[in-house]
């Protein structure tokens, strides 16, 4: 009877909740947790599985056989230019939950800027007690940039709330009952965006891509005669500097911001104490690692019954 | 050429808002609004249309020729008993809108206390970047009292959102995929419900159900540990001290209130500065007064292309 390969965990999460998922997790399978010391000089030669999340560097020399390599997140920017990186299949980490919590944040963004809670709650610190001009949520345009399993989710929900939604991908893929623009139409899309969100993966083409420029596009026909910059997706896509100085000149009416070029959040940066920008700890999508070991167990019983892997990334196209 | 009618504009809302809707509003004919001291000594006579809310009480007897008076709000009741209000069809606010702000506003304050908003803005306030423990939509069970028109638009919305809904009317009222209770299941309902929205109306019945006594028998088994109270409906429905007391006592997690007992929010209200909870100044539904324009602008392109006016109050029933 053959053995299971053992799992290699390499998790630089709070290894408390690691260690409180782990529990359970992998029925019948060695698992050898990195963060232990006692695995420090473990043999990991002839073990087929990793579950990565910025790895030790010595990693992939250390575990040579490594027949799947699992990123421990969503995005997978992180994962593809890693040294050593074996030549096998890389994995990425899908989970319907996390799209949902994703989808939260981006609507909740979207409100507190549509319902001017900033100003709300500066009027409540003075005890003002004065309506603002309101508009509704159907004399705004959300345009989503990256229009795959998160944008497509965040879309149908702000439709259902009543914002117009647009969508646009690089690709230009289409999406039942939803307008959608490729990298041609950009224009067109930029011009018609109330309040932009950004989704789209980090890749050497969107690395930079929300920068004044793209600002300037923006429609500024909208009810706050200025548009609003969510960014869900990565730090990396935009250009902080451009934010504070678009927020700054009222390029910008306000902006949400998850994510952020250096994480943790520098403590000098502007962005903690501005008015009309909305900053979370990159925690809009945060999933539980949890479902991470049950999606990463799930695509090893696939794979060792003989079904393909899914969510096999496309190392080319770098997501 | 016959020139177009000019409009009087006779509204005791906000100016700056009025004033600001008016820019754009009614294109290619004259806008006299009555609070400019300009207009004081206008001559109004010969003039077809009124859009009143509390007008001055010699806006009918300048204004003789008027022939159609529009209300400035959904309800007519402070309309239809004005002295001298001349024999002309009085034509009263409908605004579908209104229904779709209130459950912007009911999905934002979900969303504000499932999302820790407040313990995340505390934290940036000293600079803190730390993940909270974060429940999803779908740990949550809102209960929402009174489940006609706003109340079934807000569940709708909260349920694609991933949140699990319930309802309560006094009948009791059968929703397509909602369980709902009546008077008797109240008990039922509350014990189910961590999240509990008030979008009841104010009659005998209901004033003061939101106290001690009701909030005690809420869910204390959702992910915060104890209840959080959402009222959007009306103010007498709430008894203030008990909310107060409730959150310091923490019979209650949290609370977010557009209306309240007394109106404006007395400044010595422990409401302005008191933690984990929300407030607005009674602008949930308002609806917003560019739309009333817009309204006023359609029915009298109507009227002008001989088409008949619309939404034309009946005296008789008072509405």
């Known amino acids: 009877m053959q053995t299971k390969s053992p799992v290699i965990i390499d998790l630089k999460f709070d290894q408390e909740k690691v260690a409180a998922a782990l529990k359970g997790a992998?029925?019948?399978?060695?698992?050898?947790n990195l963060s232990h010391p006692a695995s420090r000089n473990?043999?990991?030669?002839?073990?087929?599985?990793a579950v990565v999340w910025?790895?030790?560097?010595d990693l992939f020399s250390r575990a040579g056989d490594l027949k799947v390599v699992f990123s421990g997140g969503a995005g997978v920017d992180h994962v593809?230019?890693?040294?050593?990186?074996p030549d096998v299949p890389l994995v990425r980490f899908v989970d319907a939950m996390l799209t949902t919590r994703m989808s939260e944040w981006v609507i909740m963004q979207c409100l507190l800027h549509l319902r001017q809670h900033q100003a709300y709650e500066a009027q409540r610190q003075k005890r003002v007690w004065r309506e603002l001009v309101q508009p509704g949520a159907s004399e705004i345009t959300v345009g989503i940039m990256g229009f795959g399993v998160l944008g497509q989710d965040a879309?149908?929900?702000?439709?259902a709330l009543g914002f117009n939604v647009i969508g646009w991908s690089k690709s230009g893929r289409k999406v039942e009952g939803f307008e959608t623009h490729d990298e041609k139409g950009l224009g067109t899309f930029l011009g018609r965006t109330d309040f932009l969100v950004g989704l789209l993966p980090l890749t050497p083409d969107t690395r930079g891509i929300y920068n004044t420029g793209l600002f300037t596009r923006l429609s500024r026909k909208g009810p706050f005669g200025a548009p609003v910059f969510i960014n869900g997706g990565r730090g990396g896509s935009q250009v902080?500097?451009?934010i504070v100085a678009s927020i700054n000149d009222g390029t910008l009416h306000g902006a949400s911001l998850d994510v952020f070029e250096q994480e943790p959040l520098p403590l000098e940066s502007p962005f903690w104490s501005m008015?009309?920008?909305f900053i979370t700890p990159h925690v809009a999508a945060a999933s539980d690692v949890g479902a991470l070991f049950r999606h990463v167990g799930r695509q090893i019983d696939r794979l060792e019954s003989g079904k393909p892997l899914e969510h096999i990334v496309d190392r080319g196209a770098g997501y």
Chains 1, 2 share one sequence.
Do not use: C, Q, W
């Not at 992998?26 to 050898?32: A, K, S, T």
């Not at 473990?42 to 599985?49: A, E, F, P, T």
């Not at 593809?80 to 990186?85: A, E, F, M, R, Y």
């Open 80 to 85: 593809v230019t890693l040294p050593g990186l």
């Open 26 to 32: 992998f029925p019948g399978r060695e698992v050898i």
């Open 155 to 159: 879309a149908a929900k702000l439709k």
């Open 54 to 57: 910025r790895p030790g560097a």
């Open 42 to 49: 473990r043999d990991l030669s002839g073990i087929d599985y």
């Open 240 to 242: 902080a500097a451009d």
């Open 275 to 277: 008015d009309r920008v």
